[in-house]
């Protein structure tokens, strides 16, 4: 019993941004639970390399390649989804992107571009997994957020207004949502060994800043967030909803 609280077998899942970092990590962990995964990225030799580390079978995965803040693309990639599966259980919001710049120095075309990805997407996708979700009454959302979003820090702004919108998209969806048996929750990571790790580490004095001010004094790993992403889309978190889950090494706490 403890263990189907935490399976997610015969589970339809959607997953953004599941080329890279936390996004595949969640796909090979939710496979690997039983789950048939419905994937969405850009760049389709990533899908090539996800390939070669997991040996999927046909009748349990749909890719797709495609843009997320493109919202045509986005609702024929959720019919697609619907056409060979038949239902949508779980949809992990995970696609973004990001830039460190000064507010001042930021471009309008810029702004919209991180807004685009970050938050319009995400809109997109609620909307139209939610539509399927409010008929049969049941489904997880869980979105992927950043301290960021919480807390703020400089030379991010574009991209802390974005994720900072998507954890109030999720409160209200949360509500609204609720009577239709739908969990809607945010997990907000910290400093995690991503695609941008190594380029991040060459600036020594912000890299040596994020350990001092991590109380666990590290980075965490993409596995660590898509182990939240798995108990935010299994029967585990039923009685949770709204909620905005830290996995920052502590970050948050002080």
């Given at each position: 019993?403890?263990?189907?609280?935490?399976?997610?077998?015969?589970?339809?899942?959607?997953?953004?941004?599941?080329g890279k970092?936390?996004?595949?990590?969640?796909?090979?962990?939710?496979?690997?639970?039983?789950a048939?995964?419905?994937?969405?990225?850009?760049?389709?030799?990533?899908?090539?390399?996800?390939?070669?580390?997991?040996?999927?079978?046909?009748d349990?995965?749909?890719?797709?390649?495609?843009?997320?803040?493109?919202?045509?693309e986005?609702?024929?990639?959720?019919?697609?989804?619907?056409?060979?599966?038949?239902?949508?259980?779980?949809l992990?919001n995970?696609?973004?992107?990001?830039?460190?710049?000064?507010?001042?120095?930021?471009?309008?075309?810029?702004?919209?571009?991180?807004?685009?990805?970050?938050?319009?997407?995400?809109?997109?996708?609620?909307?139209?997994v939610?539509?399927?979700?409010?008929?049969?009454?049941?489904?997880k959302?869980?979105?992927?957020?950043?301290?960021?979003?919480?807390?703020?820090?400089?030379?991010?702004?574009?991209?802390?207004?974005?994720?900072?919108?998507?954890?109030?998209?999720?409160?209200?969806?949360?509500?609204?949502?609720?009577?239709y048996n739908?969990n809607?929750?945010?997990?907000?990571?910290?400093?995690?060994?991503?695609?941008?790790?190594?380029?991040?580490?060459?600036?020594?004095?912000?890299?040596?800043?994020?350990?001092?001010?991590?109380?666990?004094?590290?980075?965490?790993?993409?596995?660590?967030?898509a182990?939240a992403?798995?108990?935010?889309?299994?029967?585990?978190?039923?009685?949770?909803?709204?909620e905005?889950?830290?996995?920052?090494?502590?970050?948050?706490?002080?």
């Amino acid at each position: 019993m403890q263990q189907e609280q935490f399976s997610l077998k015969d589970k339809i899942c959607i997953i953004t941004g599941s080329g890279k970092g936390i996004g595949r990590e969640t796909a090979k962990l939710f496979y690997a639970s039983g789950a048939k995964l419905a994937l969405i990225t850009r760049d389709n030799n990533d899908f090539q390399t996800l390939k070669k580390e997991v040996k999927f079978k046909n009748d349990r995965v749909l890719f797709f390649c495609g843009d997320v803040s493109n919202e045509k693309e986005v609702i024929r990639f959720v019919k697609n989804t619907l056409d060979k599966f038949g239902k949508i259980d779980v949809l992990i919001n995970n696609a973004g992107m990001r830039f460190r710049k000064d507010f001042l120095d930021i471009t309008t075309e810029e702004w919209n571009r991180v807004i685009n990805n970050n938050l319009n997407s995400v809109y997109y996708f609620c909307r139209e997994v939610g539509q399927h979700m409010v008929a049969t009454k049941r489904g997880k959302i869980v979105n992927i957020a950043s301290i960021v979003g919480t807390l703020g820090l400089g030379g991010l702004t574009a991209y802390g207004a974005s994720k900072g919108g998507m954890i109030t998209l999720t409160k209200c969806l949360a509500i609204e949502w609720a009577r239709y048996n739908i969990n809607v929750n945010t997990i907000a990571p910290g400093f995690c060994e991503t695609s941008y790790a190594e380029k991040f580490k060459k600036k020594t004095d912000l890299y040596k800043f994020t350990i001092d001010r991590t109380p666990q004094k590290k980075w965490g790993s993409s596995f660590d967030i898509a182990n939240a992403c798995l108990f935010l889309s299994t029967e585990a978190s039923k009685y949770i909803t709204g909620e905005t889950l830290s996995v920052d090494g502590g970050w948050s706490a002080w």
